[in-house]
């Protein structure tokens, strides 16, 4: 079966940048849009970014529009979050998924959620 695995997640100040990447095995996610999930205790999981197969089509939540992207390497069978400019809101457990059709559910996804990689981003 599929298995996500994120990383890259740390402790950054405001202000600074951490790229994160999602990495899979047991399947190519080569022809599956990808998204960047996040979520913090006590609130629900909310989108964040996502990716066409191809890599042209991008999707960003307001909240991180102009300071994060996402960008994906087929070959490497791996999609990345580039976040800039980070901001202590920010701060949650970050997931990748492949949604199972464009938008922005939370929910409607095809892969078993992976642990997730901690962003903290202190003020």
């Known amino acids: 079966q599929v298995q996500l695995v994120e990383s890259g997640g740390g402790l950054v100040q405001a202000g600074g940048s951490l790229r994160l990447s999602c990495a899979a095995s047991?399947?190519?996610?080569?022809?599956?849009?990808m998204g960047w999930y996040r979520q913090t205790p006590g609130k629900e999981r909310e989108f964040v970014a996502a990716?066409?197969?191809?890599?042209?089509?991008?999707d960003y939540a307001n909240s991180v529009k102009g300071r994060f992207t996402i960008f994906r390497d087929n070959a490497k069978n791996t999609v990345y979050l580039q976040m800039n400019n980070l901001k202590p809101e920010d701060t949650a457990i970050y997931y990748c998924?492949?949604?199972?059709?464009?938008?922005?559910?939370?929910?409607?996804?095809?892969?078993?959620w992976g642990q997730g990689t901690q962003v903290t981003v202190s003020s």
């Open positions: 998924n492949a949604p199972s059709s464009w938008g922005r559910s939370t929910v409607l996804v095809t892969m078993s």
């Open positions: 990716i066409g197969w191809n890599g042209v089509s991008t």
């Open positions: 047991g399947r190519t996610l080569s022809t599956y849009t």
